[in-house]
T-cell receptor
Framework: EAQVTQNPRYLITVTGKKLTVTCSQN?????MSWYRQDPGLGLRQIYY???????DKGDVPEGYKVSRKEKRNFPLILESPSPNQTSLYFC????????????FGQGTRLTVV | DQQVKQNSPSLSVQEGRISILNCDYT??????FLWYKKYPAEGPTFLIS?????DKNEDGRFTVFLNKSAKHLSLHIVPSQPGDSAVYFC?????????FGKGTKLSVKP
């Protein structure tokens, strides 16, 4: 089954404690990205990757890092989480950057206290 | 400034009737438009798309209309079903980045 898998689904953490949200896709997609969804704001892109070892900032990259060492995995790293990063996070993948019909993971609800 | 505007946060429709969800965008250079549907506790799922060379695309009960001169697109669902109740996002596809509107919550009442 084609899917994008995020882990964990739910996470409560404290300010400043580094965390990683994992994302994996099994469709051999080149393009992967991270979004956050906040009430009244829709989804906003954090970072994207057009292929292995190629990453770039999206619209709201501050406070986040990513890496793309393998095609299937695209982890999101919060080095020092802060309460304003409390949000619902989605990972997405698509065949390429020119094929914009993306598959989304189920989301990770992060709370930073 | 918002590049994609969905001015109706919510819409309630009777089962069997037509649902019309509207969306306006600001940049006339955008050339690929999508609608995504999202149920609670799930990620968005692709519904239907249209490129700027067309003004209509139909897929079963779902039809998207594009009016380039007005920078407006709409999604029609006919007939609406209770299972269509979800949040619908108007999305611009731009070099792989998906620019989302804020969404319209559709409620289809039996």
């Amino acid at each position: 089954e084609a899917q994008v898998t995020q882990n964990p689904r739910y996470l409560i953490t404290v300010t400043g404690k580094k965390l990683t949200v994992t994302c994996s896709q099994n469709m051999n997609h080149e393009y992967m990205s991270w979004y956050r969804q906040d009430p009244g704001l829709g989804l906003r892109q954090i970072y994207y990757s057009m292929n292995v070892e190629v990453t770039d900032k999206g619209d709201v990259p501050e406070g986040y890092k990513v890496s793309r060492k393998e095609k299937r995995n695209f982890p999101l790293i919060l080095e020092s989480p802060s309460p304003n990063q409390t949000s619902l996070y989605f990972c997405a993948s698509s065949l390429s950057s020119y094929y914009t019909e993306a598959f989304f993971g189920q989301g990770t609800r992060l709370t930073v206290v | 400034d918002q590049q994609v505007k969905q001015n109706s946060p919510s819409l309630s429709v009777q089962e069997g009737r037509i649902s019309i969800l509207n969306c306006d965008y600001t940049n006339s250079m955008f050339d690929y438009f999508l609608w995504y549907k999202k149920y609670p506790a799930e990620g968005p799922t692709f519904l239907i798309s249209i490129s700027s060379i067309k003004d209509k695309n139909e897929d079963g009960r779902f039809t998207v209309f594009l009016n380039k001169s007005a920078k407006h697109l709409s999604l029609h669902i006919v007939p609406s079903q209770p299972g269509d109740s979800a949040v619908y996002f108007c999305v611009i596809g731009s070099q792989g980045n998906l620019i989302f509107g804020k969404g319209t919550k559709l409620s289809v009442k039996p």
